[in-house]
């Protein structure tokens, strides 16, 4: 069932939100060649830590991370490790969730490393613009098939894939919640969108196939043909005053 959100619980998911696109900011301050994976998430950690609240995903389902953190042809849920070490030229997907108040914020971001290709910057750039092609179709009166058909129009366009097998989805009291809100879609069809609605929009973008593959160690999801991939999310509430980006604090990133 959808939970709709009300104007009280959606100013309480600002503050879950804010300390998520934080934890983020400050990530990415670290993203550097030499640090681990691990050295993020224990940055992430400590910031929603110190900010009274606690990492949505340490624990969620088992995962053993307070962040996803996932490398290159790696899609989503990439373990922190120390074992694995950001590269020059890599492309690192960092998602991260923080529990607050009895709320979640839910928000990912690519970061180059150091100088990246051109193909992983385009990538990157067109990623993060499928987000905003989706916000254009998140309006009360459009129905969630509106926003995967931006998504992915957007995404074909370009000459990449949406995965299909994640999707986005509603966010509050649970982290994942109804209704899901796949990249992928038909115009006019699936849940109606309406005030109170507060969901993550999340492409993520392959620069090959959609197919993907989970790894061996239970969590790591990487593209079926070993190409890039990319991430963007943020946690979004539609009002009727127009949309609440709640995850984002930055500007331009
Ligand atoms: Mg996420
Ligand atoms: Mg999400």
Redesign the pocket.
């Known amino acids: 069932m959808i939970q709709i959100k009300n104007s009280v619980q959606i100013a309480a998911m600002r503050e879950a939100g804010r300390i998520t696109g934080e934890a983020l900011l400050v990530a990415r301050e670290h993203v550097r060649p030499g640090v681990s994976t691990k050295e993020l998430d224990d940055v992430i950690r400590h910031h929603i830590e110190r900010r009274g609240a606690k990492p949505s995903f340490l624990g969620l389902y088992g995962f053993p991370g307070s962040a996803?953190i996932s490398i290159n042809d790696e899609v989503i849920h990439g373990i922190p490790s120390k074992d694995r070490i950001l590269c020059e030229g890599d492309i690192v997907k960092i998602?991260?969730?923080a529990f607050y108040k009895g709320y979640h914020g839910?928000?990912?971001r690519t970061i180059p490393v150091g100088r990246v290709s051109c193909e992983a910057a385009d990538l990157i750039a067109a990623t993060k613009q499928s987000f905003y092609e989706a916000l254009k179709a998140f309006k009360i009166g459009n129905r969630i098939g509106d926003i995967g058909h931006a998504v992915d129009s957007f995404v074909q366009s370009r000459g990449y894939s949406v995965v299909r097998r994640y999707v986005g989805h509603g966010v509050g009291r649970d982290v994942h919640e109804s209704p899901d809100v796949p990249n992928f879609g038909t115009p006019g069809r699936g849940p109606r969108l309406c005030a109170g609605l507060v969901i993550?929009i999340?492409p993520m973008v392959n620069a090959g196939g959609f197919a993907v593959r989970e790894e061996a160690d239970g969590w790591t999801v990487k593209t079926a043909d070993h190409s890039l991939s990319a991430h963007y999310?943020n946690t979004v509430a539609l009002t009727e005053d127009g949309i609440i980006n709640l995850t984002e604090v930055e500007s331009g990133e």
Do not use: I, K, P, T
Request: aromatic letters at 0%; proline letters at 0%.
């Open positions: 996803c998602d991260v969730g839910d928000s990912a993550a999340e999310e």
